[in-house]
């Protein structure tokens, strides 16, 4: 069974320009959350996606943005790179929670971007 | 956001057991205690969870205070694989999303 998967692993991109990155969840996982992990740090929220729709977001700015497919994967869009969106971006999926904090997440491993 | 507080590092030897502690005195009572931890170049991978009762599972075992205001993640035999980053986390019942402090860098020594 797959779990997370992420693509790509690795990019390198120069400031200015806009980056999508993606997340294929684990089978039976319709729920996709975003984190940004800067080098050293613990993972960030950025947002979460059920139903293809935004339903919670963290403290970031409006460059950040996504979409989540009928199938539940989901992409995430940065725009108007900055040297310090550098970071490691990390998908997680889960079933939907509804009022519960019973479940947990299963990461994937990453897509590691740079900013030039 | 709800907060917790690790200590920044800790080692220990190979075989023996791990006490890793976690503060959350901001803990309400519907917050879920989640641990997971972070190898190298890797995404972070669930360890255990628990709200109330101490939990055992085949990875480790999560002591619960009674004031639900500290957690023990125990790992009973530390080998080289344990070697990770570990994150004790609040899942607020109400939200959907994980709050992460910066974690305990675990170091196992041979």
């Known amino acids: 069974d797959a779990g997370v998967t992420q693509s790509p692993t690795h990019l390198i991109k120069t400031r200015g320009q806009q980056v999508t990155l993606r997340c294929s969840p684990k089978s039976g996982h319709d729920t996709v959350s975003w984190y940004q992990q800067a080098l050293g740090q613990g993972p960030q929220f950025i947002f979460q996606?059920?139903?293809?729709?935004?339903?919670q977001r963290g403290n970031f700015p409006d460059r950040f943005s996504g979409h989540q497919f009928p199938n539940y994967s989901s992409e995430l869009n940065v725009n108007a790179l900055l040297l310090g969106d550098s970071a490691l971006y990390l998908c997680?999926?889960?079933?939907?929670?509804?009022?519960?904090?019973?479940?947990?997440?299963?990461f994937g491993s990453g897509t590691r971007l740079t900013v030039v | 956001d709800a907060k917790t507080t690790q200590p920044n590092s800790m080692e220990s030897n190979e075989e023996e057991p791990v006490h890793l502690p976690c503060n959350h005195s901001t803990i309400s009572g519907t917050d879920y205690i989640h641990w997971y931890r972070q190898l190298p170049s890797q995404g972070p991978e669930y360890v255990i969870h628990?709200?109330?009762s101490n939990v055992n599972n085949r990875m480790a075992s999560l002591a619960i205070a009674e004031d639900r205001k500290s957690s023990t993640l125990i790992l009973h035999r530390a080998t080289l694989r344990d070697a990770a980053v570990y994150y004790c986390i609040l899942r607020v019942a109400t939200g959907n999303q994980f709050y992460f402090g910066t974690g305990t860098s675990l170091t196992v020594i041979p």
């Open positions: 628990g709200l109330t």
């Open positions: 996606y059920y139903e293809e729709e935004e339903r």
């Open positions: 997680a999926s889960s079933p939907w929670f509804g009022a519960t904090g019973a479940y947990g997440y299963t």
